[in-house]
């Protein structure tokens, strides 16, 4: 008897991890995700505000929303905020700046049934910000665009809840950095991030 009752609760779990499988492999196609995420950002021009010498790695939060459409494609809008990068010369802090990054971009997803899920994509990039000296200065840096390049990957938890690593490196225009009305400089955001995050997908009924 006990042996019968072993057999038959291990015939249910199997049964049950693979029906936990077999749904964790399906893609997002027609589904929409909300997505949450932290890192790190690295300026890649020497010269983040004209005149100065470098800026400093700097944190960066954020998310948005992904929607996936045809088999292996998904559209994403994201905010990425970075609260404080500090701007030196010479080793000496002289700004602190903080800028927000608002993108759009296409992403072509390989094995979308799997439970691991690589990507790249590409996409356009709208950033604004703000900046302070260490006197309590204030400057507004103006909307400047963009574009951006990322990989990146999904790994499903369960087929509602996927962790996400993603690399993304972002080439903008110089924009203008005002006190009121006058163009005092120019920062430029080109940058590289790197984020780590979660995606919660809504079920496909959510849209019927």
């Keep these: 008897m006990r042996r019968v009752i072993l057999?038959?609760?291990i015939t249910l779990l199997v049964a049950q991890i693979t029906a936990s499988g077999t749904a964790m492999a399906e893609s997002i196609e027609n589904r929409l995700g909300i997505t949450g995420k932290i890192g790190v950002l690295v300026p890649l021009r020497d010269e983040f505000i004209s005149g100065t010498s470098e800026a400093r790695t700097g944190f960066a939060v954020g998310g948005g929303l992904i929607y996936g459409f045809g088999k292996n494609y998904a559209v994403e809008v994201e905010a990425i905020h970075m609260p404080n990068l500090d701007v030196e010369i010479a080793g000496d802090k002289v700004f602190e700046a903080s800028f927000t990054d608002l993108s759009v971009g296409l992403q072509y997803r390989f094995l979308p049934d799997s439970r691991m899920v690589p990507y790249l994509g590409i996409g356009a990039d709208f950033v604004k910000g703000d900046l302070t000296g260490i006197t309590g200065n204030e400057y507004d840096m103006d909307w400047t665009v963009g574009g951006h390049l990322e990989a990146g990957l999904d790994y499903f938890i369960t087929r509602g809840i996927a962790f996400t690593v993603n690399m993304k490196g972002t080439y903008t225009?110089?924009?203008?950095v005002k006190d009121g009305d006058t163009e005092v400089?120019?920062?430029?955001p080109t940058s590289f991030m790197g984020t780590l995050g979660l995606r919660l997908f809504l079920p496909e009924s959510a849209f019927y």
């Design 7 to 9: 057999l038959a609760t």
């Design 173 to 176: 225009a110089r924009g203008d």
């Design 185 to 188: 400089g120019k920062y430029d």
